[in-house]
């Protein structure tokens, strides 16, 4: 019997062969799942990279914020120790006695201190320590000599201070480190009046000025670079002149007073008139001697004093009851042109830079120079009236009375502020409140007169044994240079003082000028020089 076989199902490899897209799924999967997995760790990589990042950034941050607050801590002991130097430094004019001025100035001479000392109020080295919050520094100014000057009258001492401070963090090793080094400029003696911008020397000059400042009355403008003493000095004692025979002798060019004064026979002398003891006739003199022309000595009252430029030439022209004259010359050069009632007078050199009148002024006022040669006052504002290179210096005995500008040749504004650069003029008005010749009292007075402009510009150093008033209503009054008086009367009228930062700096000697009446020590000046900073 045959036996029968069960079938067999065999499967054809063609099956599976000729189904192509079930092997794609098959790799397809396998690609997806490596693509996959490198993009998570892809991923997670670029993640935590961001995370570490983040961290690092967050710890930077930290870093440069506590940097930062070191710095401030050190700078904050920059500051505190400059706010305890100029707090101390009042602007009140020390007196001192002739015995201690001469051992300050020969302290100062061999390269002490102590002046320094004396006139901050303070002890070098200083030392200060504050804090705040988690901040903490400590500072240290120390002093030295630079420079001294010996003027004769007075004594000029350049310090050098430099402030040193260090910041700290509670709780961080750490420090950070500042310093700034500044210039400090101390007067000891009599110092020409012209360095001091403002000042009021009398029994309310306090109480006057505090006023003033208070109602915005009076203002200080900005310039040059920026000092951090105050421009404003008060005293209560008499600290201008009121006897200007000095600078009589200035113009004379005989260098100092005789005992008792001018002797009238020397001045008759120097004015051309025969040397006897009578009275001098009113009119304008050209001091001469040996040597050239002096300065111009006025005997009387003058209706008006007119400055003009001409030609390259300083113009002076002088009117009064008596006649007219006119005064020509180039700073430096000759000739001079000297036209009087009586005719033309010439000499090849020119005249000192003085003009003293030995009585009132009614009106000083720019000039300009019309066709015929005659002075014609300003009737525009700005008319530019003291030459470039000209230093002037302007006395009278009484009072004085300003109707116009008084401008230096090339020399621009911009708003408040004159931008000298390397122009060397200078102009100093001067009211003394005694007449030299027969001693009696006079009004010592500076006027800006009621007919002057709405807003006058004055390039001077004005300076009245008496008074200072500004007459009118609503004016603007800018005096570039200084200002110094006994009191002074501004109505509803406001003042702005532009130091001169020439002579504050140095650059420039003021010219013939009064004196300080007494001996002084004062701050003149505490200016940045240079800003240090590390770590």
């Excluded at 079938?7 to 000729?18: E, Y």
Aim: glycine share 12%.
């Amino acid at each position: 019997m045959q036996r029968r076989s069960s079938p067999r199902i065999l499967r054809s490899p063609a099956r599976t062969r000729n189904n192509p897209a079930r092997a794609e799924a098959g790799g397809r999967n396998g690609s997806l799942s490596l693509t996959v997995i490198f993009l998570f760790f892809l991923f997670s990589g670029l993640g935590l990279g961001l995370v570490m990042l983040s961290d690092e950034f967050g710890r930077m941050a930290v870093s440069r914020r506590d940097a930062l607050r070191l710095e401030c801590a050190a700078e904050n002991g920059v500051k505190d120790a400059l706010a305890g130097m100029t707090a101390t430094t009042t602007t009140i004019a020390a007196s001192v006695s002739n015995e201690r001025l001469e051992s300050l100035r020969a302290n100062a001479a061999a390269g002490g201190i102590l002046a320094a000392e004396e006139a901050m109020r303070i002890t070098f080295p200083f030392l200060t320590e504050g804090a705040s919050g988690s901040l903490a520094w400590s500072a240290t100014a120390a002093c030295g000599l630079n420079r001294w000057r010996d003027e004769g009258a007075y004594g000029r001492a350049e310090y050098l201070v430099a402030i040193d401070a260090r910041g700290r963090l509670a709780g961080w090793r750490p420090e950070a480190t500042a310093g700034l080094d500044l210039s400090l400029d101390i007067l000891s003696g009599r110092p020409p009046l012209a360095y001091l911008p403002f000042l009021l020397a009398g029994t309310e000059a306090n109480e006057t000025a505090a006023l003033l400042l208070a109602e915005g009355r009076i203002q200080f403008a900005a310039g040059g670079r920026r000092r951090l003493s105050p421009h404003g000095l008060v005293s209560p004692r008499p600290l201008i002149p009121g006897d200007a025979s000095p600078l009589l002798a200035e113009a004379m060019k005989i260098g100092m007073l005789e005992p008792g004064g001018i002797r009238l026979a020397l001045l008759r002398q120097a004015l051309g008139l025969p040397p006897v003891n009578e009275p001098v006739p009113d009119g304008v003199y050209l001091i001469r001697n040996d040597s050239g022309p002096g300065g111009v000595f006025v005997q009387g009252d003058l209706d008006r004093l007119l400055l003009a430029i001409e030609g390259g030439r300083q113009i002076i022209g002088f009117e009064s009851p008596a006649g007219a004259w006119k005064l020509a010359f180039t700073p430096g050069l000759g000739p001079t042109e000297f036209l009087t009632p009586e005719g033309l007078r010439q000499d090849d050199h020119p005249p000192l830079g003085i003009v003293f009148v030995n009585g009132a002024v009614g009106s000083l006022s720019a000039a300009t120079v019309d066709s015929s040669g005659a002075l014609v006052a300003a009737e525009e504002a700005g008319i530019p009236c003291l030459r470039d290179g000209q230093s002037l210096t302007i006395v009278s005995t009484d009072e004085l009375v300003i109707d116009s500008d008084l401008l230096h040749e090339g020399v621009r504004w911009a708003d408040t502020i004159p931008y000298l650069k390397d122009r060397q003029s200078q102009l100093v008005v001067y009211a003394g409140s005694r007449d030299v010749l027969d001693g009696t009292d006079t009004r010592g007075a500076i006027r800006i007169g009621a007919d002057a402009p709405s807003e006058v510009r004055i390039q001077a150093s004005l300076a009245a044994a008496g008074s200072l008033a500004v007459e009118g209503a609503a004016k603007k009054v800018v005096v570039s240079g200084g200002l110094q008086a006994a009191s002074l009367r501004l109505g509803d009228n406001r003042l702005t003082i532009a130091p001169d930062e020439r002579i504050a700096d140095g650059r420039m000697t003021p010219c013939c000028g009064p004196l300080a009446a007494e001996p002084v020590l004062l701050v003149l000046g505490l200016r940045p020089q240079a800003w240090r900073e590390g770590k």
